[in-house]
């Protein structure tokens, strides 16, 4: 055990230089590490910084702050004293993505006369405060319940008496059961940062007026640090102990050029900015995301996304074309125009790299009877001559479902992919859907969502999300979604507003292979509660296998049999909704959309001599038949 001990302290002081020695102020931190016993003298005559919500102190004199990235989940005790009989105090807050952007303006509470904890011991946490006591004792005991691996706690401690002394503090419960452990293997690495930032007038500088990027990814050798901020601002560190960190942007956005394209990291230098210059030529797009539940007589919400991907400014309109089963009730921003279920919005000069979210409540029809299938689309429109109009229109599709889970995980295309979709690199994009189904409002929300080894990691892009949300990237691969400050109410209070989501796409492999499966699953954390498990989607090639819900080989009924101009399809089950997918046998995917009517009919006059699978997707079902054509 000593000599675990001092290899810490050494790796400790060999890397102490990266950061400040009794950190004043929060944005310099110093770490915490399991293992290490602090001690130094206590600060005399300084003020606390103005910002942070102090919770149960009412005054901060005389502060040090210290940050704690958690290696192991589990609680962590730490205990504060004073050797020359101080009254020390603290406070602490998290989880967080990175110990830098809590220090703005995350440092809160939900309580107005925050209790001592040795007053009240179950109170914390409350808000983004996980402990707090202003005990007139010389040591005090720091309780971070449930610590959550690859998540940050931030600490300050506090000489009240502001007389001269000493202090010392250490993690007591190291190595017993449900103990964590914090990670200091970051130590041996750099701590970087930057900006992404629009180089107005591309001189490689970021100058007065000059905006940053959100949305950019940030990453080191292919291991993921962090998402940009909204002012294009991030914060990472060096995971592995090479040489280059380089960005992505995303794919809508119009970019000329990236200066520099990656940047070779060196010892000493923290700092490290992109300048992004855009293209001027007109690029918009849309997206329609549908939240809320989905059963009858029910309100929910769709968000609507109109994004200017280019350096210039964009007017024009956007439309929401409802399907006939819902019925508009309200819009965060009020329509220009309606003609029955069409409703229009006009914009005028929206800036490079801004967007416009308009979140569009509708109510379901009380008649309509379980897995109806309800189909609603976006479209934006500009008189300009755009690089790329696919974008321009979007849709949201859902089953009326009197009984489901409302966290769950989607994925689009649902199931199939065609060689063509994977050998051009096309992106399948997944939304996690999430509910506060408890009693109180949730404060944060956490997703946890490992990443297949099938889906290329720099492809990801962030699509939108239903609030705020910072996004991290786990050495091991996983996504972390982090809702800091969401409040996101009860079901019992707010049904419609007790939902959220968060929509994003990946590109997979090139060379994916049959019976490679791409599976999807994430863990939904509301405030310090035991996860939430959402279920598993597929993706696979056509061809390798069938898993996704009742799987009824032989039960779609394809008409007449041979046929040589259209063909007839029609479930036996008498349930004919949901998504058709005609393919060689072979697996080429030649048709895909979705039915409504109890039978479909199919004009196959194009096709070639020969047997063809089909399937249907279903509410409840997969069903498989066959069809062929002479």
């Known amino acids: 055990m000593k000599k675990l001990y001092s290899s810490a302290i ?116 409350s808000g983004n405060m996980v402990d707090c006591s202003y005990d007139p004792a010389y040591f005090e005991t720091i309780y971070i319940s449930n610590a959550l691996v690859g998540e940050f706690y931030m600490l300050m401690i506090t000489n009240y008496s502001n007389a001269a002394g000493d202090i010392t503090f250490s993690q007591t419960n190291l190595g017993q059961p449900g103990a964590g452990e914090t990670d200091c293997s970051f130590l041996l690495n750099q701590y970087l940062n930057g900006t992404v ?206 009984s489901y889970d409302p966290n769950f995980i989607e994925n689009s295309p649902s199931d199939i992919l065609s060689q063509s979709f994977v050998n051009s690199s096309e992106y399948i994009e997944y939304t996690i859907h999430f509910q506060n189904t408890g009693s109180a409002p949730a404060n944060k929300v956490r997703i946890l969502n490992p990443i297949s080894q099938y889906l290329i990691k720099p492809s990801f892009e962030l699509v939108c999300s239903s609030h705020q949300c910072d996004v991290i990237y786990n050495p091991d691969g996983s996504l972390v979604f982090l809702f800091n400050e969401i409040n996101l109410p009860a079901a019992s209070v707010n049904e419609a507003g007790s939902h959220g989501f968060v929509t994003y796409r990946m590109r997979c492999n090139s060379g994916l292979q049959i019976d490679e499966v791409i599976n999807n699953t994430a863990d939904i954390f509301f405030d310090f509660n035991t996860p939430v498990t959402t279920n598993t989607t597929e993706n696979y090639l056509t061809g390798t296998h069938v898993s996704i819900g009742n799987v009824n080989a032989g039960n779609l009924s394809v008409f007449p049999v041979p046929s040589g101009d259209f063909v007839n399809i029609k479930s036996s089950f008498g349930d004919n909704k949901g998504k058709l997918v005609v393919a060689t046998t072979g697996g080429t995917v030649l048709f895909e959309d979705y039915t409504k009517g109890e039978i479909t009919t199919l004009d196959v006059r194009d096709y070639k001599k020969g047997v063809y699978i089909i399937k249907l997707v279903t509410a409840e079902k997969v069903l498989l038949g066959k069809m062929v054509v002479n």
């Open 10 to 125: 050494l790796v400790l002081i060999a890397c102490c230089s990266l950061f400040s020695q009794n950190a004043q102020v929060c944005g310099n931190a110093d770490p915490f590490c399991s293992g290490i016993v602090y001690s130094f003298p206590l600060s005399l005559n300084t003020p606390p910084e103005i910002g942070p919500d102090y919770g149960c102190l009412m005054t901060q004199p005389n502060p040090v702050w210290y940050f704690a990235r958690i290696g192991q989940p589990g609680d962590i005790i730490i205990r504060i004293e004073s050797p020359t009989g101080n009254d020390v105090d603290f406070a602490a807050w998290g989880p967080y993505s990175n110990p830098v952007f809590p220090c703005q303006n995350q440092l809160t509470t939900n309580c107005t006369n925050c209790p001592n904890n040795t007053s009240d011991s179950t109170f914390y946490p």
């Open 197 to 402: 930032y629009l180089d107005q007038n591309s001189n490689n500088i970021m100058d007065a007026g000059e905006v940053g990027l959100g949305g950019a990814i940030v990453y080191i050798n292919g291991c993921f640090g962090a998402m940009t901020q909204m002012d294009g601002t991030y914060a990472i560190y060096n995971c592995d102990s090479a040489d280059v960190i380089q960005i992505t942007l995303p794919t809508n956005m119009n970019v000329l050029s990236v200066t520099p394209q990656q940047q070779t990291i060196v010892s000493g230098q923290s700092v490290y900015d992109f300048a992004v210059v855009l293209d001027t030529t007109p690029e918009v797009s849309v997206s329609l995301t549908h939240y809320g539940p989905l059963w009858v007589n029910a309100g929910s919400n769709y968000l609507l996304n109109v994004s200017n991907n280019c350096g210039s400014f964009i007017s024009g309109s956007y439309q929401l074309v409802l399907d006939s089963s819902l019925s508009f009730v309200s819009s965060s921003i009020p329509y220009t125009s309606a003609n029955g279920q069409v409703y229009e919005w006009d914009f005028t000069d929206l800036p490079p790299l801004s967007y416009i979210n308009n979140t569009i409540t509708v109510l379901s029809d009380s008649l309509l009877l379980d897995s109806t299938y309800v189909y609603s689309s976006a479209t934006v429109q500009t008189s300009y001559t755009e690089l790329n109009m696919a974008n321009n229109t979007d849709d949201a599709a859902f089953y009326i479902n009197a």
